[in-house]
């Protein structure tokens, strides 16, 4: 593709930020739901730890039917270090909300095809890899916490229910997100390339 049309194709958005009024109008209501509902989902995996652990005795229910073993009640111990896991495995969940956000934010402020922009879609998907894999290791510790009484075998306590379907979906949808980064960062770099030539 001859220079002059791939500067015409990529570079008019790291120009400046007048031509992308009209598809900042247009978008703005968009990002300002994203943005809320970055911090709603945020919050809501935040509650839905806290009421999992609520009922303990429902928890370990749930874990035991998983493993078709009867785990008995649970002591406070345990119920604290699963739910300290819990929370330490939705911090990653929190910085994929915080990613989307200021994504969102850029494209409000008219940072719509620019490095920074491409750079917060890549850190989407990082993120959301980090948190897929935290998450099934969280898994292994808290049925490793609730049934360190129960007399199962460790390969049982390991490897049952190890990957479930939605990790796998969580995976495919990072790696798409992280793509897409990518394609992002190479069209800016691309446009600042032939805006330094021409």
Same mark, same amino acid.
């Given at each position: 593709?001859?220079?002059?049309?791939? /500067?015409?194709?990529?570079?008019?958005?790291? $120009?400046?930020?007048?031509? *992308?009024?009209?598809?900042?109008?247009?978008?703005?209501?968009?990002? *300002?739901?994203?943005?809320?509902?970055?911090?709603? !989902?945020?919050?809501?995996?935040?509650?839905?730890?806290?009421?999992?652990?609520?009922?303990?005795?429902?928890? $370990?229910?749930?874990?035991?039917?998983?493993?078709?073993?009867?785990?008995?009640?649970?002591?406070?111990?345990? +119920?604290?270090?699963?739910?300290?896991? *819990?929370?330490?495995? !939705?911090?990653?969940?929190?910085?994929?909300?915080?990613?989307?956000?200021?994504?969102?934010?850029?494209?409000?402020?008219? /940072?719509?095809?620019?490095?920074?922009?491409?750079? !917060?879609?890549?850190?989407?998907?990082?993120?959301?890899?980090?948190?897929?894999?935290?998450?099934?290791?969280?898994?292994?510790?808290?049925?490793?916490?609730?049934?360190?009484?129960?007399?199962?075998?460790?390969?049982?306590?390991?490897?049952?229910?190890? +990957? +479930?379907?939605?990790?796998?979906?969580?995976?495919?949808?990072?790696?798409? +997100?992280?793509?897409?980064? *990518?394609?992002?960062?190479?069209?800016?770099?691309?446009?600042?390339?032939?805006?330094?030539?021409?």
């Amino acid at each position: 593709m001859p220079a002059t049309l791939r /500067r015409t194709a990529f570079s008019l958005p790291t $120009a400046g930020l007048l031509p *992308h009024a009209a598809l900042r109008a247009r978008i703005a209501w968009l990002c *300002h739901f994203a943005r809320a509902a970055a911090l709603g !989902w945020a919050a809501w995996m935040l509650i839905n730890v806290a009421w999992i652990w609520s009922d303990p005795a429902k928890t $370990a229910g749930m874990v035991g039917r998983y493993l078709n073993a009867d785990l008995g009640s649970v002591t406070s111990a345990q +119920v604290g270090w699963g739910f300290g896991v *819990h929370v330490a495995a !939705w911090i990653p969940s929190a910085a994929v909300a915080y990613c989307i956000w200021r994504l969102f934010g850029a494209y409000l402020d008219g /940072r719509i095809f620019t490095a920074d922009a491409a750079t !917060w879609i890549e850190r989407i998907g990082i993120a959301g890899l980090t948190t897929v894999a935290v998450g099934i290791v969280a898994r292994r510790i808290d049925w490793l916490i609730l049934t360190s009484h129960a007399h199962l075998p460790l390969r049982t306590r390991l490897f049952t229910q190890f +990957v +479930v379907p939605s990790d796998l979906l969580g995976v495919l949808f990072s790696l798409f +997100v992280l793509a897409i980064g *990518h394609v992002f960062t190479t069209a800016v770099e691309i446009a600042d390339d032939n805006a330094s030539i021409v």
